[in-house]
């Protein structure tokens, strides 16, 4: 069966520090790849999602960027965080092909706090 | 741009009441429709997909109905149970414009069912 892993669970970071927050799926291949971001009080946004190693498409400016560096692993960064960073980053994967079609499923998240 | 809304924001309810939450989006034009249960502080659990071409779906004492002309998705929780407590998330994949492919999230209901 599939699963999703994403770390740290929690983290607390100094604005103008930078940041590296992990996802990796198992049972899998060349699955489709998502990261949500939910701010308080805000509902959930889509940030990043790849169809492909190496192929990133980013849906709103901000001071984040997104890698895919291998099949199953995605990386959300930035190189110095904002105030405004803080919030619950989540990942997620569907299945190849047609992502209008399939379910999509998330890990537990990561709840960043920027101090 | 897809918009999804969803009524109530909260609702308390006694345990063993059947109960009602409602999503609706603005486009008609989707893949399908996704419910998620959130608890707090973690991820989101898939509880049901509707395809666009679907009524309705049921699992266990969940059941999902779709009218994809008027915009509008059930949620039906039957016999509802303490550990039901959550936020219900409501979430559809558009298949045409400016959110082609992108999974648009409501606010969430929160749910909470009281012994």
């Known amino acids: 069966s599939q699963t999703i892993h994403q770390w740290p669970a929690t983290l607390v970071q100094p604005v103008g520090s930078p940041l590296s927050l992990e996802c990796t799926v198992e049972?899998?291949?060349?699955?489709?790849l998502y990261w949500y971001r939910q701010a308080a009080g805000r509902g959930l946004q889509l940030l990043f999602y790849?169809?492909?190693?190496?192929?990133i498409s980013s849906e709103v400016p901000q001071n984040l960027s997104a890698s895919r560096p291998q099949d199953r692993q995605f990386i959300l960064s930035s190189k110095k965080l904002l105030l405004s960073d803080s919030g619950f980053y989540l990942c997620?994967?569907?299945?190849?092909?047609?992502?209008?079609?399939?379910?999509?499923?998330f890990g537990d998240g990561t709840r960043l706090s920027i101090l | 741009k897809q918009e999804v809304t969803q009524i109530p924001a909260a609702l308390s309810v006694p345990e063993g009441e059947n109960l009602v939450l409602n999503c609706s989006f603005t486009?008609?034009?989707?893949?399908?429709l996704q419910w998620f249960r959130q608890d707090p502080g973690k991820g989101l659990t898939s509880l049901l997909l509707?395809?666009?071409?679907?009524r309705e779906q049921t699992s266990g004492r969940l059941n999902a109905s779709l009218d994809k002309s008027s915009g509008r998705s059930t949620l039906y929780i039957a016999a509802s149970q303490p550990g039901d407590s959550a936020t219900y998330l409501c979430a559809v994949i558009s298949n045409s414009g400016t959110s082609y492919g992108k999974l648009t999230f409501g606010q969430g209901t929160i749910l909470t069912v009281h012994p």
């Open positions: 049972g899998t291949s060349n699955p489709n």
């Open positions: 997620a994967w569907s299945p190849p092909g047609g992502r209008g079609h399939q379910p999509q499923h």
């Open positions: 509707i395809q666009s071409s679907q």
């Open positions: 790849s169809v492909g190693i190496g192929q």
């Open positions: 486009d008609s034009a989707i893949y399908n």
